[in-house]
């Protein structure tokens, strides 16, 4: 018989001043944001050149799209304060390079997200799903031409700005999602925020953070498409007349669309891995968004604020090791020249010294609003603190001390994740759930998928200090 914990740390008080025990004025000064939203199709030319299906096995090529995959983003200043944008993008996933790069592009504003989405029925964008093992199925031209589009996407979205207030609701889908790896902890709250216009009161744009994979048709299809958060935000943007971003969050562990049984509205229940299927878990998704904005509180915004911090990550894994080698990810390697010293390396020149990846842990405080930035897919458990307790005999390391979650890190009253933020370093398990080593947990006869697609142990432990740091001052 197993039972879970919530970890309760002590210490975990944070953000004083960010206004989570004032009531709420909608109007008065300090509630107001400016907020502009825009959106740009980035959907790959299947006919100009062959595209590289990102997400499951190597050489799967596009025949077509289904819909297009679309580029949204949100800027946000408070007045006379910070401009933060966040773009995200429907693909499987982008790396540092490119956030730092994309950047340079954009000087008019003080920080800049770039996450996705992490469909798994775009092109690859990261160099893992290639016509062979080792070799890349990046197109650089087209990763190239989205990042010479973003400032000019950033530029609409700020014409666009426009003073709002904002509402916020949480509600709980467990029923559109599944946890494709023991334990069975999901993260199931989906937060939405409204925009609502001061002048007119009409609503000005939205945004839907939820927790999943988009991978609803999974491996068969050979047509693009965004999966269920495109018609998720159409759902929402038909009854609130406007438009919305959609932010991936606590992704790993394993949260999935495949395998979710949905019904139609004649209550029929639906064939699995259709377009069908994906447009209508969407637009329950977007369903459920709507019925919990009819109880929506409205957010205190004392300050709009970031923080960012350089993060590093030892390449323990194999395979990721061996990409580096060969070339197929587009990101630079990294090496350790002394304690906590890091500089970049051509991977051929390496030897046989360990290859790192530099990558970044970010926040964004929205008054009681708060964004945990991580640059990849993250485990229930490192958000939410329910850890299985006791460890699961079979762990390779069952002594490693439980990781701090990140909200138990704040005290805000809507805390949102935002997976795949400014980068893609694979699944960040709890070092006391990695099973790479025989015997196995839950008495099976091999490891469980997450580890291989993992830099390895050391991720979670410093990605969670990495936060600690970022959020104690
Ligand atoms: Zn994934």
């Avoid at 205190?300 to 993060?311: F, G, H, P, T």
């Avoid at 051509?346 to 360990?354: E, I, L, T, V």
């Avoid at 979650?405 to 398990?429: C, H, P, Q, R």
């Amino acid at each position: 018989m197993r039972w879970f914990i919530t970890l309760l740390l002590v210490g975990g008080t944070l953000f004083a001043g960010t206004g989570g025990m004032n009531p709420v004025q909608g109007e008065s000064p300090e509630n107001i944001i400016q907020a502009g939203f825009a959106q740009m199709d980035i959907t790959p030319d299947t006919k100009a050149a062959k595209v590289y299906i990102a997400g499951f096995g190597n050489n799967r090529v596009a025949t077509g799209v289904h819909d297009p995959l679309f580029a949204r983003a949100i800027v946000l200043e408070q007045p006379g304060g910070k401009k933060i944008g966040i773009v995200s993008v429907d693909l499987v996933g982008l790396f540092h390079d490119f956030t730092l790069e994309t950047r340079k592009l954009v000087p008019e504003l003080d920080y800049l997200v770039v996450c996705s989405t992490h469909n798994h029925n775009g092109p690859d964008t990261l160099g893992l799903w290639g016509p062979g093992f080792g070799r890349s199925g990046v197109d650089k031209a087209y990763v190239r031409s989205i990042q010479n589009r973003i400032p000019n996407l950033i530029r609409e979205a700020m014409a666009d700005r426009k003073p709002c207030k904002v509402v916020a609701a949480k509600a709980a889908a467990p029923e559109l999602l599944r946890d494709g790896r023991l334990p069975d902890i999901k993260h199931e709250d989906l937060v939405v925020l409204r925009f609502d216009e001061i002048k007119s009161g009409k609503t000005h744009g939205f945004l839907l953070q939820w927790n999943n994979h988009p991978e609803t048709v999974d491996s068969n299809g050979t047509l693009i498409t965004a999966d269920f958060p495109t018609p998720a935000l159409e759902t929402m943007a038909k009854r609130l007349g406007c438009k919305g971003i959609y932010l991936t969050g606590t992704v790993g562990g394993l949260m999935t669309t495949i395998g979710v049984k949905v019904k139609d509205k004649a209550g029929k229940e639906l064939a699995l891995k259709t377009f069908e299927t994906m447009n209508r878990l969407g637009e329950l998704l977007g369903e459920k968004a709507l019925g919990a904005l009819k109880e929506a509180k409205g957010v205190s915004i004392s300050q709009l604020e970031y923080r960012s911090k350089i993060v590093h990550f030892p390449v323990e894994n194999k395979g990721y090791q061996a990409f580096f080698k060969l070339g197929a990810f587009n990101r630079k390697a990294f090496v350790e020249t002394g304690k906590g010293q890091f500089e970049s390396i051509q991977p051929a020149d390496s030897g046989d010294r360990k290859f790192w990846m530099q990558s970044e842990v970010g926040w964004i405080g929205l008054g009681d609003a708060e964004f945990f930035l991580v640059p990849g897919e993250i485990y229930p458990e490192l958000v939410l603190g329910k850890y299985q307790d006791p460890v699961e005999p079979g762990a390779d390391f069952p002594e490693a001390p439980l990781e701090k979650s990140l909200f138990s890190m704040s005290k805000a009253k809507w805390k949102m994740t935002v997976g795949l933020a400014n980068d893609e370093v694979g699944y960040i398990i709890p070092k006391r759930q990695w099973d790479e080593k025989a015997p196995f947990c839950y008495g099976r006869e091999k490891s469980q998928y997450g580890e291989i697609n993992s830099l390895g142990n050391e991720t979670a432990p410093r990605l969670s200090e990495a936060f600690r740091e970022l959020l104690a001052k």
